[in-house]
């Protein structure tokens, strides 16, 4: 299993995303999302997964609909990732072989994620719950659920998080936006990998911020 580091590439074009892909890769990201609400979602998803798949996990992030669900899959996406708790999204998502990361920021939306298939859940937005809230969470949901935290989520802050039983994290605006050099975000890349490492070693020990 890869890192449970999730590069989110909202913004992205098809003529960048390669490029982008092979540094994200060779910094250690295992696992990257294009945002359906980024330009030609889908071409870029295929371009990952042609050049990438054997190295990282490639998904589709931002799937509202069933029928999003289908077309990354038809681009050979491994994963699917959605804002929300929508058990359509998510039937559609394990009928077709793919790992489902639904969105969800109470534990009613936890419970009826878990309940429909997901293999893990998005806390989302994660600033609104916080490193306690996700701990509270995290008591009362069935040990083994998957937690990864999403949006104001920084690398100075996962050891707090990983403490309070956190996995993983999506990392969207901090790592890569389309009007950042190609040599900043690799270095963003390396430097949240590096805190990632380092926190889930040593979760009390305090990471600054790259």
């Not at 998005?122 to 008591?139: E, I, N």
């Not at 069935?142 to 996995?167: C, H, K, M, N, Y």
């Not at 949240?192 to 889930?200: K, P, S």
Request: charged share 20%; proline share 9%; net charge neutral.
């Amino acid at each position: 299993m890869p890192r449970r580091l999730v590069a989110i590439l909202r913004g992205i074009q098809p003529k960048q995303v390669a490029q982008v892909g092979e540094r994200l890769v060779n910094q250690g990201i295992g696992i990257i999302e294009v945002p359906l609400n980024s330009p030609e979602p889908f071409t870029s998803i295929s371009v990952l997964a042609r050049q990438f798949g054997n190295d990282a996990v490639i998904g589709a992030g931002t799937v509202l609909t069933p029928g999003d669900v289908r077309r990354a899959a038809e681009c050979d996406s491994r994963i699917i990732v959605s804002p929300n708790t929508d058990k359509r999204v998510i039937r559609e998502t394990k009928r077709l072989g793919m790992d489902s990361w639904p969105g969800a920021i109470t534990p009613t939306e936890c419970f009826s994620a878990l309940r429909a298939g997901a293999d893990g859940v998005k806390l989302f937005p994660a600033r609104l719950v916080g490193p306690q809230g996700a701990a509270d969470m995290r008591a009362v949901l069935p040990a083994g659920t998957r937690l990864i935290a999403v949006g104001g989520v920084g690398p100075e802050q996962f050891p707090d998080w990983i403490s309070r039983g956190i996995d993983g994290f999506g990392i969207g605006s901090s790592l890569y936006s389309p009007d950042i050099p190609i040599d900043m975000i690799e270095e963003r890349a390396r430097r949240i990998v590096e805190a990632y490492d380092l926190a889930m070693m040593h979760p009390s020990i305090e990471v600054t911020e790259p």
